[in-house]
């Protein structure tokens, strides 16, 4: 294939580019600024990173988030493994359609709904709101991301590895931990640390779901931002933006590593 | 159809010869008992009762989707049948997981643990006998010398030819000292060199340890090549249970004789049976000749029953004059000759139409061949050569 070099394709990809990471570099730059007016550069300066360090309820709100998308990450990876497991070794069982379905849907349902009806439902079971409640409302929609990537991975997995592992002695449960999750670890990790940001990142269902006490980072810049916008917002912004790609980034490579080594 | 009706046409007049089969009251490792398999409405394995013996080098051969592959497995414990028995020493296993069942697999895929090393692989099934560390080691090792791969034990499967990885699976799938071995088309994926070598390779082993081996094959040659007896499989049936040579020699059916090897076919009837040497010899009318054949028929066969007279290509001989004293014998026109290298096969058109193919050894040079394209040539086999082969 020749990829010649024209100006539509260079045009194409700076818009695209510039549409969706200038908002993002912009406010990586501000975070840097010595001014507290945000809008206006007033020389190079990391204050506002040390300002942060200093403010204790934003820092509360990061160790409650980081938190939570921990326990949600680790949650959602155990049930959505299990769910992408029965998904593709039980082939065709009854219901198997209805029951992918409706693994899936939760990948396209809004989120206010979504917040909306677990609110409802720790209300309906008067379950008191906090931590946990945010934790079991994350992970309803983080295991089905981490279902999809397990399961992907699943498909092209040689089930004769798993006969080869009975044949040898194993018993089921034996060979799935001896022989099928060291082989798919690299999507199972992948699963968590998706898990893992989407927990970080999300405000709608966490401001459904909170309670007293547990005000997620994301809550908390959101009710920061409406008194107005400070630097040390930009400064936090940029550490979660930063935290965030690192996840993508190893859990992609994780994946490319994997897949050079089977065709290698 | 009489077992013995092979050997003194193979010529292998050893005193010894390993034939448990023809003992009736020897008791079998494996015995298949009315083994049926359906998979919805679709029947893999109909009806199947086969016995294997110890130390036996056992072939199930067929075509792809004769159901071969599903008895293996049903032996493997992979898939239970819908109805029969499977009894291992004379125990029924149905019930058995496959990780309790004394038999172990090599699998077509080799199955070997892509995040294991070598030695791991081979260690794996005895590692889940709880045995001591020192034990697995030795067993390790032990297996290693006995497919050359010491040099590869902390290589990753990755790192190792088609070849080799069909070493390690062999020596994990040995490692465990199964009563039976089962070989899901171990060889399929090398190439034709490389496996002729394996079949010996394997042969050696089996010899070796005295295991019983049962192997999976859709190549007939090999099957041929390495076992004690085939099962020859169709449409979840077997076709017929035989030496590879009495398979070759007494095919029982049209689909035996077309399958095993190349053979012509020529349909026609029955006539009157004399005892000759011992053997029946039956005349053949052939559809629409005037000239009739003698033929063998090992099972008997009526007089006046349609049926196939068959003849390998290698048992016609050809040649440019009339022979004397032939009792069977065409006349036709060379249409083709396929050349081969140590082997001509030549097609002759008769004047009917029909095909019959005959092969000679060049045992001359190319250029000193005394008939080519359009000659009129004589065909004739011995009586012998020829078998009957009811429909």
Redesign the interface.
């Known amino acids: 294939m020749t990829r010649r070099f024209t100006w539509f394709n260079a045009t194409s990809l700076t818009f695209g580019f510039v549409f969706l990471y200038l908002p993002i570099l912009l406010l990586m730059i501000y975070s840097f600024n010595e001014s507290k007016l945000v809008t206006v550069w007033a020389g190079f300066s990391t204050k506002w990173y040390g300002e942060l360090a200093r403010n204790e309820a934003m820092l509360s709100a990061a160790w409650v988030t980081l938190r939570v998308a921990f326990m949600t990450a680790t949650l959602a990876t155990i049930l959505g493994t299990m769910a992408a497991w029965v998904l593709v070794r039980y082939g065709r069982f009854r219901g198997r359609t209805l029951f992918s379905g409706m693994i899936y849907a939760p990948l396209v349902m809004p989120e206010v709904i979504t917040g909306l009806s677990l609110l409802l439902l720790f209300i309906a079971m008067s379950i008191e709101r906090g931590l946990y409640t945010v934790v079991i409302a994350h992970t309803t929609f983080a295991m089905c991301y981490v279902a999809v990537v397990v399961s992907s991975r699943l498909v092209s997995f040689d089930t004769s590895l798993e006969e080869a592992a009975l044949d040898l002695g194993c018993t089921p449960a034996d060979a799935f931990f001896s022989v099928t999750l060291p082989i798919i670890a690299p999507s199972v990790i992948a699963g968590w640390l998706l898990a893992f940001t989407l927990s970080l990142d999300d405000l709608v269902i966490a401001s459904f779901t909170t309670g007293p006490g547990a005000t997620t980072l994301p809550i908390k810049i959101y009710s920061a931002v409406r008194l107005g916008v400070s630097p040390e917002i930009n400064a936090l912004s940029t550490i979660l933006i930063t935290l965030v790609a690192v996840g993508v980034i190893v859990a992609s490579v994780l994946e490319k590593r994997w897949w050079s080594r089977r065709s290698g | 159809m009489t077992e013995q009706g092979g050997t003194s046409l193979t010529g292998t007049h050893q005193p010894q010869v390993f034939a448990p089969w023809l003992d009736e009251t020897a008791e079998p490792i494996v015995e298949f008992r009315g083994v049926t398999k359906k998979f919805g409405e679709f029947t893999a394995v109909d009806d199947v009762s086969l016995k294997i013996h110890s130390r036996e080098f056992f072939a199930l051969l067929g075509p792809s989707g004769c159901g071969k592959t599903t008895l293996l497995r049903m032996l ?3 898939e239970t049948p819908s109805a029969g028995k499977i009894l291992v020493e004379g125990q029924d296993i149905s019930a058995v ?3 309790m069942r004394p ?3 090599m ?3 080799y ?1 070997l ?3 294991l090393t070598v030695a791991a692989n081979i260690g ?2 005895l590692r ?2 709880r045995k001591s560390n020192s034990k697995v080691k030795a067993r390790t090792d032990e297996m290693l010398k006995l497919v050359q791969m010491e040099k590869f034990a902390d290589r990753k499967p ?1 790192q190792l030819s088609g070849g080799q990885r069909q070493r390690v699976a062999l020596a ?2 040995l490692a ?1 000292n199964p009563k039976i071995l089962l070989l899901d088309e171990p060889l399929g994926a090398l190439d034709a060199k490389l496996r002729e070598q394996t079949q010996f390779e394997l042969m050696n082993i089996q010899e070796e340890l005295g295991t019983t081996f049962v192997i999976v094959t859709h190549d007939q040659e090999e099957a041929m090549t390495v076992a004690s007896r085939i099962g020859l499989m169709n449409h979840g049936d077997l076709a017929q249970v035989a030496t590879p040579a009495d398979i070759y020699e007494n095919p029982n059916s049209r689909f035996v004789a077309d399958f095993i090897g190349d053979v012509n076919l020529i349909t026609g009837t029955a006539g009157e049976s004399a005892q000759e040497n011992g053997e029946a010899v039956v005349v053949f009318h052939p559809d629409g000749g005037q000239m009739n054949f003698n033929a063998r028929s090992p099972d008997g066969i009526q007089p006046g029953t349609k049926c196939d007279l068959a003849v390998r290509p290698e048992k016609i001989h050809i040649s440019p004059t009339k022979p004397e004293s032939a009792a069977n014998l065409l006349e036709g026109h060379v249409h083709d000759i396929a050349y081969a290298g140590n082997l001509s096969t030549y097609h002759v058109r008769l004047a009917d139409g029909s095909i019959v193919k005959a092969q000679e050894a060049n045992r001359q040079r190319l250029g000193n061949r005394d008939i080519t394209w359009e000659d009129p040539v004589f065909l004739s086999w011995e009586s012998g050569s020829a078998i009957l082969l009811d429909r």
């Open positions: 493997a414990g992979f997981p496959p990780n038999i172990n697999m699998f077509q895929s199955a643990f892509p995040h794996f099934g889940r006998e990755h994990r799938a465990r």
